[in-house]
């Protein structure tokens, strides 16, 4: 089988993450930006463009208290996204929730799911040229119906939970979607977000960042010492066969969905902890800083306008090359290396073709839930020190907001 490309800055993986609303910018040192320019309209009466809406800071995607299996049951859900956790068993434990609730809140699912499949395949019976049509009228939001649909479902969701039920949820839900809203720059303006707290919440972002990529380096080393000298011996070949897809999501992941500085064949050299393992010398994080700079603007015109890749990815590649030593490059491709092991031990078959003993496998389970609680901590903290920089006119602003797009 033919090697499948990794997850360099091709125009195709731009393009995979811009559809998806994820591509994000540059992972160099905090700016000094300029308040945003006055937004007409009220905040979320339009879709923002997704560019600008990533220019602001690499992507914050909070990490779950308790981890979904996406292949359990509870992953299967149509609630509001606002109280999404009412599917998790673990969160179940947490609210409480009678029998009687579980029943209601099961009812209002079945019929969700009936009505959301309807309504789906209402769509589908249209033209192309009419699917086309209505979804450019939704502006990047979703359909119309869909809207109504959470929303009536949140009512519904609403009227089974006890007040204190809402209250943990929303406790625990309210900083993620503050975080989410300050992505936004009508948001910003309509609450006066101020340039010195756009830029105290851009270093928060770096910070929590940095310390999460560090905790998928020990990962991956802890789960590398798992593993015995044969099995070590056998990854090469399955890390080789990685689905592109999931590769590209992973590193994506760690890169806070920001690629603008990411370096063709060696994505990992964006990530700070990375760099800090190679031990550069000045002159060296120097000369990578003006090739991940010129690798940003050349990303920039990509999304842009799809300008061409021509030969501008094995360039950067090559004065990687020539800036490291060959020790450090070695090091680099051994740190990429354990991280796509990571990943395919995600996956049972990949686990038990390399014949993983019950032993390890349990192992391997305790260490990823010890990983996701460490990475969870981090993640609580930095939500914590975000509300830091909220005063409490804005706070009350945000849940105004929150309440208002229905979660």
């Not at 699917?131 to 009227?159: H, Y």
Request: aromatic share 6%; hydrophobic share 35%.
């Amino acid at each position: 089988m033919k090697r499948e490309t990794k997850p360099g800055c091709t125009l195709a993986v731009v393009g995979i993450l811009a559809i998806a609303g994820l591509a994000s910018p540059s992972l160099a040192e905090v700016p000094k930006n300029k308040p945003d320019p006055q937004a007409d309209g009220k905040p979320g009466d339009a879709s923002p463009d997704p560019l600008a809406l990533d220019s602001f800071a690499p992507m914050w995607i909070s990490v779950p208290r308790f981890p979904i299996d996406p292949n359990a049951q509870e992953a299967m859900h149509i609630a509001s996204h606002f109280y999404k956790v009412i599917w998790q068993p673990q969160w179940q434990k947490v609210l409480n929730l009678s029998a009687d609730q579980m029943q209601a809140l099961l009812a209002i699912n079945t019929k969700g799911l009936a009505d959301a499949q309807r309504d789906v395949e209402q769509f589908k019976k249209l033209s192309p040229e009419e699917q086309n049509a209505q979804v450019k009228s939704w502006a990047g939001r979703p359909a119309p119906w869909r809207q109504q649909l959470d929303n009536e479902v949140r009512k519904q969701i609403e009227t089974v939970l006890t007040p204190q039920q809402l209250q943990t949820i929303k406790a625990h839900t309210f900083p993620e979607y503050a975080v989410g809203l300050l992505y936004d720059a009508k948001v910003r303006h309509e609450i006066v977000f101020g340039a010195d707290q756009e830029n105290r919440l851009r270093s928060i972002v770096q910070e929590r960042l940095a310390r999460l990529q560090q905790e998928y380096l020990k990962r991956a080393e802890k789960t590398w010492g798992l593993l015995t000298p044969q099995q070590k011996a056998e990854l090469p070949e399955i890390v080789k066969h990685q689905g592109p897809t999931s590769s590209v999501l992973s590193i994506a992941q760690e890169l806070g969905f920001s690629f603008d500085n990411c370096i063709a064949g060696y994505p990992m050299l964006a990530e700070s902890p990375v760099r800090e393992r190679l031990q550069l010398s000045t002159e060296q994080a120097e000369q990578l800083q003006a090739v991940m700079a010129d690798a940003g603007a050349r990303m920039k015109k990509v999304r842009q306008a799809g300008a061409p890749q021509s030969d501008a990815e094995n360039d950067e590649k090559n004065r990687v090359e020539a800036i490291l030593t060959p020790q450090q490059l070695t090091t680099l491709v051994e740190i990429n290396f354990r991280r796509e092991v990571v990943l395919a031990l995600g996956y049972p078959k990949k686990r038990e073709s390399i014949g993983m003993t019950d032993q390890q496998k349990a192992d391997l389970q305790r260490l990823n839930k010890d990983s996701s609680e460490q990475q969870y901590g981090i993640d609580r903290e930095m939500l914590g020190k975000v509300l830091e920089i909220i005063t409490p006119h804005q706070r009350e602003q945000l849940i105004a907001e929150i309440d208002r797009r229905g979660g």
